[in-house]
T-cell receptor, first 113, second 114 residues
Framework: GESVGLHLPTLSVQEGDNSIINCAYS??????FIWYKQESGKGPQFIID?????DKRQGQRVTVLLNKTVKHLSLQIAATQPGDSAVYFC????????????FGKGTKLSVKP | EPEVTQTPSHQVTQMGQEVILRCVPI?????FYWYRQILGQKVEFLVS????????KSEIFDDQFSVERPDGSNFTLKIRSTKLEDSAMYFC????????????FGNGTRLTVT
């Protein structure tokens, strides 16, 4: 039979603007969260992580926000560049899970020059 | 920067054949993983491996799958008798510790079963 893939949410932004990508995670027991970037034909690339005892963490041009009350993660990219165009996945895991990451559906970010 | 490397980048095989996907994790990493991604879908956990044994496996990782670390550098995934639905990207990953540590992924092997 025909295989139907997921239709990814798409975010289209102008170069130089800020981007916000959202993710709802599934397990209230999850205590470690990671954002990955996946470019076409490549594996997931680590961007930033956050533990559940924090609600905000900043990296270079990226910020992750964690709201445990509503089980929500967001990734903010400042001054978005064409090289940021990719699919972005959030992933969650919990202590003792032996690295079993649960990935979200992904959001496709398109940056218009 | 050290990388996880995977070979081959693309493998085509006929249904019922055995395939072995190969990975060289980052050299000082101790925990190793296989994930797969069916075209257009989520990345899914298959198996984790530490100290020469499987730590955890998913429902996908049935008796047709096996993993091995035959020497100090390689980490392999074997599918004994491939099915059409095994067609996917297979990603190897590794990390130094298995808790609160990001996994580093290779660029994957695209497996096509015909």
């Amino acid at each position: 039979g025909e295989s139907v893939g997921l239709h990814l949410p798409t975010l289209s932004v102008q170069e130089g603007d800020n981007s916000i990508i959202n993710c709802a995670y599934s397990n209230s027991a999850s205590d470690y969260f990671i954002w990955y970037k996946q470019e076409s034909g490549k594996g997931p690339q680590f961007i930033i992580d956050i533990r559940s005892n924090m609600d905000k963490r900043q990296g270079q041009r990226v910020t992750v926000l964690l709201n445990k009350t509503v089980k929500h993660l967001s990734l903010q990219i400042a001054a978005t560049q064409p090289g940021d165009s990719a699919v972005y996945f959030c992933a969650e895991t919990r202590w003792g899970s032996q690295g079993n990451l649960i990935f979200g559906k992904g959001t496709k970010l398109s940056v218009k020059p | 920067e050290p990388e996880v490397t995977q070979t081959p980048s693309h493998q085509v095989t006929q249904m019922g054949q055995e395939v072995i996907l190969r990975c060289v994790p980052i050299s000082n990493h101790l925990y190793f993983y296989w994930y797969r991604q069916i075209l257009g879908q989520k990345v899914e956990f298959l198996v984790s491996f530490y100290n020469n044994e499987i730590s955890e496996k998913s429902e996908i990782f049935d008796d047709q799958f096996s993993v091995e670390r035959p020497d100090g550098s390689n980490f392999t995934l074997k599918i004994r008798s491939t099915k059409l639905e095994d067609s996917a990207m297979y990603f190897c990953a590794s990390t130094t510790v298995n808790y609160n540590s990001p996994l580093h992924f290779g660029n994957g092997t695209r497996l096509t079963v015909t």
